[in-house]
Every structure is written in structure tokens, then in C-alpha cells.
């Protein structure tokens, strides 16, 4: 099958189906401007997520995580939706029962206007005190390097996911069934080796989903998914929601 007879196989399944549930990763915001994790320029200042995206690295050394969250807060700021945001916003007004589950903490969704969202990773514009446990929205980019609480004084970390933590389980709860009840799910712009994130594309394949993925790259999904477009989100996923 050729490029747009993929599409328009993907389009028509997308069409007819009540129940939606789309996962989408950093390559959706990527078009927006906000840096991926991995592959080329997903790096930062020689660190991988996985040496800074800890518990154990925010005790080590914080003004190092600190370093990087601000960075990141202050490119976000920048950023402005994309079009493959606004077609899932889109696809949720006209779809009876719809889920959207992101791992991206950058608030680009809700920005778009997706409201049946479930940022599982957290929220970059989120923070949660340290010592009194409080949890609240912070979106100055003139915080000092290690911000304190309003509340209390201790000190602040942001309030997103990282390796070894547990994700919040209601959302996580929510996920799973809006992976097992769904009938086409929609895999966007994630390189799908974050677990569980990434096994929601299973869960939904094996209870009976067509499982869709748009990718720049092949990834660990793209041979077990029922279609696999290649290529950038903000020219394919408008054109399977709103039909080639
Ligand atoms: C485009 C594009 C364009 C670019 N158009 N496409 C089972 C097996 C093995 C390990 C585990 C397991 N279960 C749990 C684990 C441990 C761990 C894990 O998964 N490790 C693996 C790496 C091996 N998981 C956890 O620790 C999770 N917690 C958990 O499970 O708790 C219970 C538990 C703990 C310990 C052991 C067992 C159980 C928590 C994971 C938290 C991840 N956190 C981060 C940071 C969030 C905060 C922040 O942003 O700072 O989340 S890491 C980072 O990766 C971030 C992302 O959400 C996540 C996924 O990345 P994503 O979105 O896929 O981005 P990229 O950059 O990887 O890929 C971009 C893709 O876009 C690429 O494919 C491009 O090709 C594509 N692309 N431009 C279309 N224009
Ligand atoms: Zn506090």
C-alpha cells in the first residue's frame, strides 16, 4: 500500500469509530519547537534523560535538574500548538467517547483545547514542595535556580514523572481503560520505549483496537501496529482526521 492509500485507510477507520484513544510523545510538540529526548538534538549538555529524569539525580545534585527544567520552561514558553495538536482537538469534538494520554509534561494539548486529556507524565508548569507535599501551578520563568515553597519555604522539585516513580494511579487507571475499551488508537510521535506508557499500544492492539502509529522512525511498535505511517505528525495526523 502506498503512502496516501494508507491514509485514507487510516482516515476511514478513524471515521467510523466511536470509542478513540491517541497516545502521543515528544514528536508531536517537536514541529512546536519543544526538544525530544532522544535521537539528534535530544540531548542536553551531554546528559541523557535517563541520568537526569530521576529521583536519585534531583538528590545528587539539583541545581543541575533545576538547570535543565528552566531551560526547558523557558523554550516551551515559546512555543505555540502545531497542527497535529489542533486535529486532535478536532478528532475529540466530534468522537462520542475519546481519550488522549500524553507523556509530554509541555501543556501544548490543553493549549490546543483537548479537554479529555491525561498528561501522565505531569506537567512542566506544575510543582510540588519537597517538604510539605504541596502541589501547586508555577508558571514564572523568573524563579531563582533552586525555587522554594510559598507555603513552607522547602524546597520545590517539578511535579512530573520521572524513572523508578510511580505514575499517579487514577490516571494510569483511567489509561488502561481507554486503551482496553477503544476501537482505533492513535500512536503519535513517541519513540515507545518508556514504560508503561508504551505497552498501552499493546493493550489496546490485543483487545482488539487497530492500532495507527505516526512516526518520523520506525519504532519498536511499527511491526506489530495495523498501520504504520512514516513521517512528520503535523502533515499526517490532520490528514487522518480531517480525511486525505
Ligand atoms: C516525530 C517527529 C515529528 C520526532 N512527527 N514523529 C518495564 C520494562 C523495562 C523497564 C520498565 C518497565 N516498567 C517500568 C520500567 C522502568 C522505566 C522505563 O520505562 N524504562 C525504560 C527506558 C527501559 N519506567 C519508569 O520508571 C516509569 N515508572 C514506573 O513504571 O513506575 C513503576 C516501576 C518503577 C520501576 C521499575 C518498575 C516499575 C516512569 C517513566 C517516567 C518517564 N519520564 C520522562 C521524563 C518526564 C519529565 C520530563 O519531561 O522532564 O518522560 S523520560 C522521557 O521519556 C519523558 C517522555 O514522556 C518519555 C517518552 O519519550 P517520548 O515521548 O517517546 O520521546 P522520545 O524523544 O523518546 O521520542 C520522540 C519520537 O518522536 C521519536 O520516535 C521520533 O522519531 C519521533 N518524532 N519528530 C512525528 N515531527
Ligand atoms: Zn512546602
Not at 23 to 29: D, F, K, P, Q, R
Not at 75 to 89: K, Q, S, V
Not at 158 to 176: C, K, N, Q, Y
Not at 184 to 205: D, E, F, R, W
Request: contains cysteine; glycine residues 10%; proline residues 7%.
Amino acid at each position: 500500500m502506498g503512502q496516501s492509500a494508507e491514509i485514507a485507510a487510516a482516515a476511514d477507520r478513524l471515521a467510523k469509530a466511536e470509542r478513540v484513544a491517541v497516545l502521543t510523545g515528544a514528536g508531536i510538540s517537536a514541529e512546536s519547537g519543544v526538544p525530544t529526548f532522544r535521537g539528534p538534538g535530544g540531548l542536553w549538555e551531554n546528559h541523557r534523560p535517563e541520568e537526569l529524569a530521576t529521583p536519585q539525580a534531583f538528590a545528587a545534585d539539583p541545581e543541575l535538574i533545576w538547570r535543565w527544567y528552566h531551560w526547558r520552561r523557558g523554550l516551551i514558553a515559546d512555543c505555540r500548538p502545531g497542527p497535529a495538536h489542533l486535529a486532535l482537538a478536532r478528532l475529540e469534538q466530534r468522537t462520542a467517547d475519546f481519550t488522549l494520554i500524553t507523556q509530554n509534561v509541555d501543556g501544548l494539548h490543553a493549549a490546543a483545547g483537548s479537554r479529555r486529556l491525561l498528561e501522565i507524565h505531569g506537567s512542566i508548569w506544575q510543582v510540588r514542595c519537597q517538604a510539605c507535599g504541596r502541589q501547586y501551578r508555577e508558571t514564572s520563568l523568573e524563579l531563582p535556580t533552586l525555587p522554594a515553597c510559598r507555603q513552607c519555604g522547602g524546597l520545590l522539585r517539578p511535579a512530573v514523572v520521572w524513572f523508578g516513580e510511580s505514575l499517579d494511579p487514577e490516571l494510569l487507571r483511567r489509561a488502561l481503560a481507554a486503551a482496553r475499551a477503544c476501537q482505533v488508537m492513535l500512536v503519535v510521535g513517541t519513540s515507545a520505549v518508556v514504560q508503561p506508557a508504551a505497552g498501552l499500544a499493546m493493550v489496546a492492539k490485543e483487545a482488539g483496537a487497530v492500532v495507527i502509529e505516526i512516526n518520523l522512525e520506525p519504532t519498536p511498535h511499527s511491526g506489530q501496529v495495523d498501520l504504520s505511517l512514516r513521517g512528520r505528525a503535523g502533515r499526517l495526523l490532520p490528514a487522518v482526521v480531517d480525511g486525505p
